[in-house]
T-cell receptor, first 113, second 113 residues
Framework: DQQVKQNSPSLSVQEGRISILNCDYT??????FLWYKKYPAEGPTFLIS?????DKNEDGRFTVFLNKSAKHLSLHIVPSQPGDSAVYFC????????????FGTGTRLTVIP | NAGVTQTPKFRILKIGQSMTLQCTQD?????MYWYRQDPGMGLKLIYY???????DKGEVPNGYNVSRSTTEDFPLRLELAAPSQTSVYFC????????????FGNGTRLTVT
C-alpha cells in the first residue's frame, strides 16, 4: 500500500540536458510535497517543496510541478550537472507541519559528463 | 556544526539480541524522528517526538521503543532483534515550523542474522 510511488527506479541524462523525475500519489489528503536528494552513505537532504495551493515552485535549477487532478508531481532539473547524480525521493504529507512523511521508493539519477 | 549524529554506522546483530541506536542533534530542534528504509523501498516512520518527554508511534512501531529525556537525544531501542528489522535507520530532527526544515542523520545500517 505504497501511497507515494516513483515508478522509474533509475534515469540517465547527459550533462546539460533536462532531468525529469516523476512521482504519483494516491491519498487525496496529501497537500504538501517535498523532494529529497540522497547521496550514498548519507541521509536525505531537502531539495524543494510545493504546497497544493500552487502548481509550480522554482528554486534555481530545480522546478517542481504539481498536477492535483492527476495526483502527479514532477521534478525538473535544468541544466543537469554530474553533481546531481544521486537518489531522489518524493515525499508527501497532510499538512506542512504533519509528523508523518510518506516517501516514494526513489529514483537514481545519473548525469553523464 | 554537527547537525544530526547517529551511532553506530553499522551493526550486525544475532536474532534475539537487543541494542540501542543513538541519535543526537545540536540544533535545539524540538521535533525528532526515526525512520527505517528497507532495500528498494521508501523511508517509513517508526516513532517520533515533539519534545522532551513526549513520544508517539509512527507507521511501523512494532518491535521498537523510544525515549526522549532531553531535547538533544532520541535513542531507538530494539529489544528482541528479528531478521525483519534488517534495514537502514535514519534519525531526523526539525523545527516546529515545518517539514522542509528537517535534517537527517547519515543512517545506521543494521543486519540481523
Amino acid at each position: 500500500d505504497q501511497q507515494v510511488k516513483q515508478n522509474s527506479p533509475s534515469l540517465s541524462v547527459q550533462e546539460g540536458r533536462i532531468s525529469i523525475l516523476n512521482c504519483d500519489y494516491t491519498n487525496s489528503m496529501f497537500d504538501y510535497f517535498l523532494w529529497y536528494k540522497k547521496y550514498p552513505a548519507e541521509g536525505p537532504t531537502f531539495l524543494i517543496s510545493i504546497s497544493s495551493i500552487k502548481d509550480k515552485n522554482e528554486d534555481g535549477r530545480f522546478t517542481v510541478f504539481l498536477n492535483k487532478s492527476a495526483k502527479h508531481l514532477s521534478l525538473h532539473i535544468v541544466p543537469s550537472q554530474p553533481g546531481d547524480s544521486a537518489v531522489y525521493f518524493c515525499a508527501a504529507s497532510a499538512g506542512t507541519g504533519a509528523n508523518n512523511l510518506f516517501f516514494g521508493t526513489g529514483t537514481r539519477l545519473t548525469v553523464i559528463p | 556544526n554537527a547537525g544530526v549524529t547517529q551511532t553506530p554506522k553499522f551493526r550486525i546483530l544475532k536474532i534475539g539480541q537487543s541494542m540501542t541506536l543513538q541519535c543526537t542533534q545540536d540544533m535545539n530542534h524540538n521535533y525528532m524522528y526515526w525512520y527505517r528504509q528497507d532495500p528498494g523501498m521508501g523511508l517509513k516512520l517508526i516513532y517520533y517526538s515533539v519534545g522532551a518527554g513526549i513520544t508517539d508511534k509512527g507507521e511501523v512501531p512494532n518491535g521498537y521503543n523510544v525515549s526522549r529525556s532531553t531535547t538533544e537525544d532520541f535513542p531507538l531501542r530494539l529489544e528482541l532483534a528479528a531478521p525483519s528489522q534488517t534495514s537502514v535507520y535514519f534519525c531526523a530532527s526539525r523545527l516546529r515550523q515545518g517539514l522542509s526544515t528537517a535534517h537527517f542523520g547519515n543512517g545506521t545500517r543494521l543486519t540481523v542474522t
